[in-house]
Nanobody, 118 residues
Framework: QVQLVESGGGLVQAGGSLRLSCAAS????????MGWFRQAPGKEREFVAR????????YYADSLKGRFTISRDNAKNTVYLQMNSLKPEDTAVYYCAAQIVVGTWQYWGQGTQVTVSP
């Protein structure tokens, strides 16, 4: 069982930065692929980024490459999402997710709101 709690969301002006954190509980965190997703109002949830259990392999949505960076600290059971050069279209609820079984995101956090003002 893995429980995920996101934090770090808030209101920021366009061009600004935020760092989201996702604190995980459970012994399987260090072996889990972790990911970030987001859902904007009126839109479907979309993939943002994922990171391997070791932290050495990352993958991003094409539209976000170069602005967002995913990382993890297994000693702290935490995964991060550094978001730079934020745009109003980045406004969404951001969710952390864990993949224990390959190919399926089994665990989800409650989400943290990110709002980017023009």
């Amino acid at each position: 069982q893995v429980q995920l709690v996101e934090s770090g969301g808030g209101l920021v002006q366009a061009g600004g930065s935020l760092r989201l954190s996702c604190a995980a509980s459970g012994r399987t965190f260090n072996s889990a692929v972790m990911g970030w997703f987001r859902q904007a109002p009126g839109k479907e949830r979309e993939f943002v980024a994922r990171i391997s259990w070791s932290g050495t392999i990352t993958y991003y949505a094409d539209s976000l490459k170069g602005r967002f960076t995913i990382s993890r600290d297994n000693a702290k059971n935490t995964v991060y999402l550094q978001m730079n050069s934020l745009k109003p279209e980045d406004t969404a609820v951001y969710y952390c997710a864990a993949q224990i079984v390959v190919g399926t995101w089994q665990y989800w956090g409650q989400g943290t709101q990110v709002t980017v003002s023009p």
